[in-house]
């Protein structure tokens, strides 16, 4: 018996999807250190969470690791997009190693609040996933006084010390999750001090708005991304919260025929962290399952760039803008 094809016809591509400015510029760091300095280019952690895009710069020559320990004497490092506590950051200068930091600026932002605010008596109560480097690196800029909430029951259990505290949260949370934790925080700590801007950075915002848009129009959504990538299983998590079927995949190999069985329309998005190349040939891979049309939604346009660090950076990289098409 012939098998019944699938009514797949239309790939919807949710806009922005994929790279953001703080992936970009720290893929360009190790590559601009490899080609300036020469292979081996060590990195602690994997520079952003997607398994293609390290395996790749393994090929080129970098080579990853945890433990600095690890690190060769007179080596160059680079600091992961997620950042590093400050026990990580004075055993690399102790240590003498040439550091090029490519954490994001977004996340360096965090660290710089939680300096300033320690500094004028304040704790804080940090909402983010335990044992997430991003979470690890901002909590590890002080040595007490900053607690971790994963959900709003957790934030029954903070006892800050004194009466002054503040609230952070991770970059790549889920909004409407960060916004429910932290309406707990402010009703068990009125007196809370929140960022002035939030923390979740303009890129996790905007994708999580485009698939709150996309989910509802499609049959099934399909994520691009790896299984480490905080901001892609969000992305994931929210699609299926809509109502919409959702599956992540690290490349078109992970698709399955059976995902799409009597659904004519399929939503497409990437994390912030997985390249356009794998989001391209997920695309092929839907056409040859029957999709016809590609169709990209209206949303978000991103015009965001970072500066590169002192000794890789280009001038020509300026400010920060979004702009809407």
Known sequence: MMQEPTALHEVVLAEPRGFCAGVDRAIEIVERALARFGRPIYVRHEIVHNTYVVNDLKSKGAIFIEDLDDVPVGATLVFSAHGVSQVVRKEAAQRG??????TCPLVTKVHVEVAKLAKEGYEFIMI????????????????????????AADVQHVKPRGDKLAVVTQTTLSVDDAAQILAEVKRCFPQV???????????????????KVLAPVVDVV?????????????????????????????????????WFEGGQRVGLTAGASAPDILVQQVIDALRQMGATTIRKMDGVTENVHFPL???????????LTTSRS
Not at 228 to 251: D, F, H, I
Not at 309 to 319: E, N
């Open 97 to 102: 190693f040439q550091v090029f930091d490519a």
């Open 128 to 151: 983010g996933h335990k044992g997430h480097p991003e979470v690890e690196g901002t909590m590890g800029q002080l040595t007490e006084g900053i607690y971790l909430v994963e959900d």
């Open 193 to 211: 001090r929140e960022p002035k801007k939030q923390d979740i950075c303009y890129a996790t915002q905007n994708r999580q708005d485009a698939v």
């Open 222 to 258: 399909i994520v691009v991304g790896s299984p480490s990538s905080s901001n892609s299983n969000r992305l994931r998590e929210l699609a299926q919260r809509l109502g919409t079927p959702a599956y992540m995949v690290e490349g078109a190999q992970d698709l399955q025929a059976q």
């Open 309 to 319: 660090p002192r000794g890789l950076g280009d001038r020509s990289m300026g400010g």
